[in-house]
């Protein structure tokens, strides 16, 4: 028998395990710095909470690792640490808000190997929930330049709106029961062409006016200043814009700043509002190495009832690491 271990999983070393140890110790050291308290939660959940229509979407269950227990009852190995998280607070509605939790733990998924990429990977999670302000946004932006600081590394972040998104394909007439499919092709437009995506949109029965307006809108050029002016003018009383200009302006106080990008959309299903990614520069790792945004419904719906807006970010362990 030739001994190897599963596909997209790796040994980590002892020199290894010292250093990414460092890596967890320096973000757990910022994620209190900020008043952020430890959280834990089970790698195994019922399938039927990982599954939720409030949670992840289709895009992320096809990389979900299934399973059944000898009771016969449907389990899955966790794909992220935010849907455990909102889970808790479902089973424990009198936590006092908002609630800043912090989570460090392996999460699974089933996808495509490809460089920096793995089917287990560490996870480092920061959350507020319970606040709807865009200073939670902007903090917790605040706290991803002081982690990356504290790793010598410099770092760029890009913001955008799951709202913007929205008011940009209203404007555009797509209508709302197809924009999700519209945003996770557009979530596409890093990796692959404007080709690639004008075909996907093309698939979806969205005629090519529409695919050409929307694709002029989201690669509008500019600093933020010039980019919100222009949107500005398309857009008439747009919510996700305002709070674009909100979170822009609590950085600019905080001394922090970020690029806005039009294009930007994060490809799960839970995003109601800003949606955040950070790229080291100068480095080999093309990949973003923490990101995240603002869910606000996931929580409220597995309750089914309440208001618990929520935003966070995920430090990707591994690609630190590897950077």
Do not use: H, W
């Not at 980590?12 to 008043?35: A, C, M, R, W």
């Not at 800043?100 to 495509?112: C, L, M, S």
Request: charged share 30%; glycine share 8%; aromatic share 10%.
């Amino acid at each position: 028998m030739e001994l190897q271990i599963p596909k997209g999983t790796r040994d980590t070393s002892p020199e290894e395990k010292i250093l990414k140890d460092k890596i967890v110790n320096t973000l757990k050291e910022v994620f209190e710095l900020y008043g952020y308290a430890p959280l834990d939660t089970p790698i195994l959940e019922r399938f039927d909470v990982l599954s939720s229509k409030y949670a992840g979407g289709d895009e992320i269950l096809k990389e979900t690792f299934k399973l059944k227990d000898q009771g016969n009852r449907e389990l899955g190995l966790r794909y992220d640490l935010t849907v455990p998280m909102c889970r808790y607070i479902a089973m424990n509605p009198a936590i006092k808000m908002p609630f800043k939790r912090y989570q460090i733990g392996e999460v699974f998924r089933d996808g495509p190997v490809a460089s920096a990429r793995y089917r287990q990977f560490t996870q480092c999670d920061v959350d507020v929930v319970g606040s709807s302000s865009m200073a939670s946004d902007a903090e917790i932006i605040a706290l991803i330049y002081v982690a990356f600081c504290k790793f010598n590394m410099e770092v760029l972040i890009r913001v955008n709106s799951r709202k913007l998104l929205n008011d940009i394909l209203d404007y555009c007439g797509v209508e709302g029961g197809r924009q999700e499919a519209v945003i996770l092709s557009i979530d596409k437009l890093e990796k692959f062409s404007f080709q690639v995506v004008k075909n996907e949109l093309k698939e979806q029965k969205i005629d090519d006016k529409k695919i050409n307006t929307i694709l002029d809108i989201i690669s509008i050029k500019g600093n933020n200043q010039q980019k919100i002016s222009q949107l500005k003018k398309l857009l008439k009383d747009s919510e996700g814009l305002g709070e674009i200009e909100q979170l822009l302006n609590f950085l600019k106080d905080l001394n922090f700043e970020a690029d806005f990008e039009v294009s930007l959309a994060r490809g799960l299903a839970y995003y109601t509002g800003t949606v955040i990614e950070a790229f080291l520069k100068n480095s080999s790792v093309k990949s973003s190495v923490c990101a995240g945004g603002r869910y606000d419904n996931m929580i409220g719906a597995f309750l089914g009832k309440g208001n618990y807006p929520a935003v966070g970010v995920s430090f990707g362990v591994d690609r630190i690491y590897d950077a």
